[in-house]
């Protein structure tokens, strides 16, 4: 399957600072990138969906002004949790759509684990 | 909407069998499935498109009912490296976004 890497793997910052994550399809190109949040024992939860060139859509209770996301290439996604805040911490995952003839695959990035303090 | 799974959670002994459901209230256009270790992120398993579909590789296999409404994966002579949690993920069109259940964790124990 198509590789996505995701820098940092682990961030741990001071209340108030603000983080950067790296999302990169490695061997493909993706016009269509996804940011997920994931609770210890939970399910992933979609924040927001990355389109090359425009506007990222974000889910309804995301704050986008927070939560800064740009896709500048069709190999790079980031996300910017700004002002971050002890109840920001949690696992990032990225994750890269592949079209794939007629459907699409997602292959996910390894995580981030953010940790506010 | 968000896909219903079941079991919750499972233990098994290395080599017995499992099965995880995954269902929806509407008919879907497909089902992703995915393991994720603890503190890992999720690894693309299979993908189903077709009603009455079903496929897998090694010990692993799926199926899609008839009218796309509800998938299973089956685990078959489980192996340690089986240990995880499950989620199945599912679009209702073709652009729409993977929504994904609730998972389903899996301990295999020697």
């Known amino acids: 399957g198509a590789v996505v890497s995701q820098h940092p793997s682990r961030v741990i910052c001071k209340s108030g600072t603000s983080v950067k994550i790296e999302c990169r399809s490695l061997?493909?190109?993706?016009?269509?990138m996804f940011w997920y949040r994931q609770f210890p024992k939970q399910s992933l939860m979609l924040m927001a969906t990355?389109?090359?060139?425009?506007?990222?859509?974000?889910e309804q209770g995301v704050e986008k002004d927070k939560f800064l996301i740009n896709h500048a290439s069709l190999t790079l996604s980031t996300l910017t949790v700004t002002s971050a805040h002890p109840e920001d911490s949690s696992f990032y995952i990225c994750s890269a759509r592949e079209v794939v003839r007629d459907y699409n695959e997602q292959f996910f990035g390894p995580g981030t684990r953010l940790t506010v303090l | 909407q968000q896909p219903v799974q079941s079991p919750q959670a499972v233990i098994l002994r290395e080599g017995e069998d499992a099965v995880i459901n995954c269902s929806s209230s509407k008919a879907l256009y497909s089902v992703h499935w995915y393991r994720q270790k603890h503190g890992e992120a999720p690894i693309f398993l299979m993908i189903l498109l077709k009603g009455g579909e079903q496929k897998g590789h090694d010990k692993i296999s799926a199926s899609f009912n008839e009218k796309k409404q509800q998938s299973s994966l089956y685990l078959t002579a489980s192996q340690l490296s089986y240990s995880g949690t499950y989620f199945c993920?599912?679009?209702?069109?073709?652009?729409?976004?993977?929504?994904f259940g609730e998972g389903t964790q899996l301990t295999v124990n020697p």
């Open positions: 990355s389109n090359e060139g425009s506007k990222a859509t974000y």
């Open positions: 993920g599912t679009r209702e069109t073709s652009g729409s976004r993977l929504t």
């Open positions: 061997d493909f190109q993706a016009t269509t």
